[in-house]
């Protein structure tokens, strides 16, 4: 499988990247192994976590995910060929948001104890505190790199602003600087991302792995009415897209996935995979027919009236 460069770092990652939000959640231990096992097998090399996930999840304190994570890493023998991504600044417990630096060296190690490992290879801000002084937070890597604790980092949900002042902080006082950017992005939901930190993402280098690549299992297919919802316990977030343009997309897909003979979900997966303003999607597997689906999305090429087809379906002011 081709391996990607992500942004500016040694890192390379495999074209879509395994969520690990499941792992704690919807997924127990047994059964999150099970799917690492398949998608490692499969050539799938990067996983993205954080150390909130799953905090939402009744009963859970949060870092049940990293706790999985490591706990396959030790069991299998091999930290060396799994590129780790988690993230800081999520409430953990503590009522807020925080990406001060007393948080942050605290959190990462944690986050290195659950994982049992001694480094993080990319390690992200999650969320903005909107108060931090950007130079503080940037300040908390800094001493993480010089320690050995963290290889690169990225950052998640920053508004334009915030991260165009962190960049600027970086080469103006000689700190470490976000080479990677995570933000929300698939066929339905563009907007925000393209009309945002897109620009700054390619004017800067930054490599880019979005999330919500099947919008919340939307883009799989799986819901075509509201009385599809109840098909899972992430139903309920699908029902905003229920919409023309949704039904539109659906169309798109329906007719590529035929066209391929792949699920609607390889074809989602596909049209970011060629998208110029990505590097690699994080996806989600809860069955293995799902880490199926990202084997398939990778052997996908799509023409460029392919993508005309989907672009067109998804643009988000249609005449149509």
């Excluded at 949060?62 to 999520?90: A, C, F, H, L, P």
């Excluded at 066209?259 to 060629?274: D, N, P, R, T």
């Amino acid at each position: 499988m081709n391996k990607r460069k992500l942004g500016n770092t040694t890192l390379q990652t495999s074209p879509i990247v395994v969520g690990a939000n499941v792992f704690g959640w919807t997924l127990n231990e047994k059964e999150s192994f099970a799917i690492l096992d398949e998608a490692f097998e499969a050539g799938f090399n990067t996983i993205d976590t954080a150390d909130a996930y799953s905090r939402w999840a009744e009963g859970n304190k949060g870092g049940e995910s990293e706790t999985i994570i490591g706990k396959w890493m030790k069991d299998r023998g091999n930290r060396e060929q799994v590129v780790v991504i988690t993230k800081v600044g999520s409430d953990m417990g503590q009522g807020h948001k925080d990406i001060s630096e007393k948080y942050i060296l605290k959190a990462a190690e944690d986050s290195l104890r659950r994982l049992q490992t001694d480094h993080i290879d990319l390690y992200f801000t999650h969320w903005d505190d909107d108060k931090t002084p950007v130079e503080e937070t940037l300040g908390a890597y800094q001493k993480l790199i010089q320690a050995g604790k963290v290889r690169y980092i990225g950052a998640s949900n920053l508004s334009p602003e915030r991260l165009r002042a962190s960049l600027k902080a970086s080469q103006a006082h000689g700190l470490p600087r976000y080479e990677v950017f995570q933000p929300g992005y698939n066929l339905y939901d563009r907007q925000e991302y393209e009309q945002g930190v897109a620009p700054i993402c390619q004017e800067e280098g930054l490599g880019v792995i979005t999330y919500y690549a099947l919008a919340s299992g939307f883009l799989s297919g799986k819901y075509r009415s509201e009385e599809d919802l109840s098909k899972s316990v992430r139903g309920g977030g699908v029902k905003k897209y229920l919409d023309a343009r949704g039904q539109r997309i659906l169309a798109a897909l329906d007719s590529l996935s035929e066209k391929y003979a792949v699920s609607q979900a390889s074809i989602a997966l596909a049209w970011l995979m060629h998208n110029p303003l990505v590097t690699a999607p994080i996806a989600s597997a809860t069955k293995s027919k799902h880490v199926q689906a990202f084997t398939e999305a990778t052997q996908v090429v799509l023409s460029p009236e392919d993508m005309q087809l989907l672009d067109k379906a998804s643009a988000y002011t249609t005449s149509s």
